[in-house]
């Protein structure tokens, strides 16, 4: 799994060159073009050119990727062609659902490029180990919640009750492999309270990061998958107790009234260095 942080992953449309050109700005820590959703038919070619040169002038704050348009579209091949050419270092594959779709894809990018694939289709879901372990170029799962719950039938549900199963799922493929979750997407763009509860869900569950729609976004999605002053306190804490001397050989003691194992200690010691990740940039 990269270091790289990814608690916020902006999309943005490729055709528009004002976004595309704000996007380089942005504090988010990931901005994807997006060749597929936010493009209309007639200007996909328009979008591919536009993304390939952004790619290569580069200038952006966080990391750049740009998701084409599935292989069985009359785009996806001349997208991963074309993005190949530019030397985009990410690609973000939508509807992939088979292991084998992975092979392919990692197949046609750049030699160190990384592919993470969208999860959101019921056959995908099946798939899910096959997919995780297909190796290749393969570094992320995105979780497409949208595309999943019309697939899947669901009824809305504002703490996401019908995808509690998938959320849960994805992490631990994902975990299993040493690949980055990010969490879907939050689509009510003016329900700040909304966002702020569904990122905190997302990083309860596990996610590293989750996929935004508008830069309003970017800020609550850094807050919440960052660690909290009181994480940082309480992590903290549990380093200074195991660091003491008369501690160094005990599998466990007593800390603020909780106990604590060495695997908190490993958990604490993870978290420290992500707080010094987050504070340098």
């Known amino acids: 799994m990269r270091a790289d942080r990814v608690r916020s992953v902006l999309y943005l449309p490729a055709s528009n ?12 820590d990931v901005a994807i073009l997006d060749l597929e959703d936010a493009v209309a038919p007639e200007r996909k070619a328009e979008a591919r050119a536009a993304a390939v040169e952004a790619v290569r002038a580069g200038g952006f704050t966080g990391r750049l990727g740009v998701r ?44 160190e490029a990384d592919l993470w694939v969208m999860i959101e289709t019921p056959r995908a879901l099946l798939n899910l180990t096959d997919i995780a372990e297909a190796g290749g170029a393969l ?9 999943l719950a ?18 849960s799922l994805v992490v631990a493929a ?3 492999h040493q690949l980055l ?3 879907g997407v939050f689509n009510r763009i003016d329900d700040a309270d909304g966002l702020a509860e569904e990122a905190a869900q997302g990083r309860l569950y596990g996610f590293d990061g989750k996929s935004l729609i508008h830069p309003s976004q970017i800020e609550a999605a850094n807050r919440a998958f960052s660690p909290s ?36 200690l490993a958990q604490a010691q993870a978290l420290l260095r992500r707080a010094e990740e987050t504070e340098a940039n």
């Open 17 to 28: 060159p004002r976004a595309v050109e704000k996007a380089r700005t942005l504090a988010c």
């Open 181 to 183: 979750a990010i969490d």
């Open 139 to 147: 570094d992320g799962l995105m979780l497409g919640v949208n595309d």
């Open 68 to 111: 084409v348009n599935a292989l069985d579209t009359p785009w996806g091949l001349d997208d991963l062609a074309a993005m190949k050419a530019a030397g985009a270092s990410l690609v973000v594959a939508p509807k992939v659902e088979t292991p084998e779709a992975v092979h392919a894809i990692s197949a046609d990018l750049a030699k």
């Open 174 to 176: 994902a975990r299993a």
């Open 150 to 167: 019309k697939a899947l039938g669901t009824g809305a549900a504002p703490d996401r009750e019908p995808l509690k199963p998938w959320l």
């Open 229 to 264: 002053d009181a994480e940082i306190a309480q992590a903290r804490a549990i380093v200074a107790a195991f660091a003491r001397p008369e501690a160094h050989d005990v599998g466990a003691l007593r800390v603020d009234g909780a106990m604590v194992e060495r695997l908190h």
